[in-house]
């Protein structure tokens, strides 16, 4: 009967889905705390020395020094509720690996937790450069003060997207049925590489799994983004 204890949303704001879902929270902290904030700050994700001093260490062992230009890239996201199809094919990221490391200046770091330690070889493999380093770490932080040292992070609509965000860094997006508006890269420097389709965003926040309606191609907002597309955002961002 209680199941989703809706008693309990006594407090409400009016959800707008062209309004960014850091701007609902805070909306929602104002009503609860009785304030206001005069200005909405950008997101934090504090490092300790130790994380710094663990990315200093994992760049000059990994001899990615400037003038090397880091670009950093996160093939994965949350496979929860059918959200694996919110991820870009590791063929995809395997081909625009090669095509930005044919600049020799470039080197690709490919971020992921443990349980993407699989799509991770995979692109690798395919890619098959020593200017291609698969990023192993120890914690979120590590990852987090790593990501912080890339010149540019493209990603799919994930929590690694937001830590990127939080360390300013220079993001590509790469949106497929969520709502960029909603959650977008917050107060940092970003594009969002998406075929804007008539029949996106498909996906609001929900207990639903997600699914795709079309009948000519399931998923095709993600399956049919180009890497030539991606690659030219990468171009005018670095």
């Known amino acids: 009967k209680h199941k ?60 990615l020094n400037k003038p090397a230009r880091l670009i ?24 625009l690996s090669k095509k930005l490391l044919q600049d020799k200046n470039n080197k690709v770091l490919i971020f992921g937790g443990p349980e993407e330690a699989e799509l991770k070889e995979k692109i690798s493999n395919s890619v098959n450069s020593d200017n291609f ?15 912080k040292k890339t010149d540019l992070f493209i990603t799919n609509d994930s929590g690694l997207m937001h830590i990127a965000a939080a360390m300013q860094r220079k993001i590509i997006s790469l949106i497929g049925p969520t709502n960029s508006d909603f959650i977008s890269p917050w107060k940092t420097e970003f594009k969002i590489a998406s075929l804007n ?22 998923f095709k907002c993600l399956k049919e983004l180009s890497v030539e597309q991606v690659y030219q955002l990468a171009e005018e961002l670095i």
């Open 4 to 63: 989703n204890f809706n008693f309990l949303n006594n407090v409400r704001v009016k959800e707008d889905i062209h309004t960014h879902n850091v701007v609902h929270n805070l909306k929602l902290v104002e009503r609860l705390t009785d304030s206001k904030f005069e200005e909405i700050p950008a997101l934090n994700f504090p490092l300790t020395d130790e994380d710094q001093l663990f990315a200093d260490n994992y760049i000059s062992k990994m001899n």
């Open 72 to 95: 950093g890239l996160h093939a994965g996201c949350s496979t929860l509720k059918n959200h694996i199809h919110r991820r870009w094919s590791p063929e995809s990221f395997s081909g």
């Open 133 to 147: 380093i698969d990023v192993q770490t120890g914690s979120l932080s590590q990852t987090a003060a790593l990501i």
């Open 197 to 218: 389709l008539e029949c996106a965003p498909c996906f609001f926040y929900s207990p639903k799994p997600l699914s795709c309606s079309r009948t000519d191609k399931q």
